[in-house]
């Protein structure tokens, strides 16, 4: 059943992948049949007779012997969803290592503050010649006064 | 119940007055989590108690306590403070668990699939598996132009409410013979704004009065049922928060589990239109009994489809079509 989730989690919405401009083209598929999935129930019936509330999941994908552990949420099945997506997320690092999601993300995010560097370095000069400016003026009028 | 043990809960908070926190803090300052559990001893209590997932537990009280959301909190709780009224409910909290009140009860709500639902004292409380169930019966229904659900017997709600969540195309009828549970069931369809599409009815499914008076004539498309299951010699498996604090009404499926199940099936052939679905939660061995009972009593009335397994890999759900 979870098949379904994952397949739509491969990739992320259209929407997100317009406005990031990011490179999907190398992001992975994850294969439920690759994935060994371990979360708790214990023994005995299950159902109505017990009430058991564990949230923990552990996820092995077997090509790569990558592992993740989620409990982020109350609930196992939420967790299930997010442990596929942190999964996904080391797969891709593992396998595209600087064309990865997050390498990627980390590269713009630096060519940003360089950018942002660079204009607040400009914007300063530019303020600066314009104080010089100023004083020089400043200083030619109030001799022009004298 | 939590009201008695306030009472009754003594040592520790006595204790904890008295003790000075810090060096020099005065009294009704604020106190690290880390510390309120050492000084109670809490984990050990648990422990004795026989509670498992004990961080996962003290965690979801933590989170009460600061009304915090669950995922915001950390696993750490170094840097978690409690003032004396927030310290004063985390050790009734604690004390309750210990006397293996559900951590539903404690926390007054749970989620199911993605809704949250309030719980209440014998109330039966939702299970992951039906969470499982319910992703088929919804995938099952996703692209129905309009869908008439019944369900039988529905507790807190968690089934229908999650169903009418996902799909603006279903409007629900449910039936309920415990009154605390009907009163929440319509208490949490309000709260997700969903009371316009689902109606509950405080009514005892019997043989020859399988709906209350008002829906005697009434069609579905769809039926689902949590119905009790458990067989009686499974009595003694129960935990210690199921016998205490649930209704054995909820759990109670007779010798076989299908003592209630039986009157569903009936139900369905007198209240599912033609080619209607009947979806049931059942228990480990049932499947295959209702396939064998579909194929003995209810030929030409009832057809077996399927049996599912629930995510730990046992076949517990059925799918039955009205012919
Ligand atoms: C196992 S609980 C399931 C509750 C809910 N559907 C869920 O999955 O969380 C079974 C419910 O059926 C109700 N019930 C049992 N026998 C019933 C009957 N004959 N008519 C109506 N409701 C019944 C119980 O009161 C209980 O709330």
Redesign the pocket.
Known sequence: MLRGLVRFLALPPTAVRCKSNLDYSRFPVLQESDIEETFMRGSGPGG?AVNKTSNCVFLRHLPTNITVKCHTHRLASKNRVEARKLLLEKLDVHLNGEHSIAAQVKAQEQRKSTERRRRQEKLQEMKKSWQDRERTDGGTKSTDKE | MLRQLTRSMGPTSRLLKQVNYGTNAPAGTHIPVTKALEIGQWEEKLKAAGVEDRKFNVKCIVSHVLKQKFSSVPDSFDQLQLNPGQLADFERFLEARCARMPLQHIIGEWDFMDITLKTSPS?????PE?EEFMRLVIDDHKNAKHVDLL?????????SLSMLHSLPQVVATA????KA?TVLAAENAKMLGLLNRFEVHN????EDKYLPEALKDKKYDLII?????VKTEEFQFLHPEVVVYE?L???DGGSDGLR?AR?VFDLACRHLRPGGKLWL?LGNDHPPMVKTIMNLKYEGRLKFIAGYSDQYQRERFVQIEKV
């Open positions: 109505q | 109330v039966f409380i939702p299970r039906t369900e039988v017997g529905c507790g807190s709600g968690a089934m039936i309920e013979r415990s549970a009514h005892t499914m019997e049922s949590n119905p009790p299951y209704n009404n909820a759990l209630v009157l939660e």
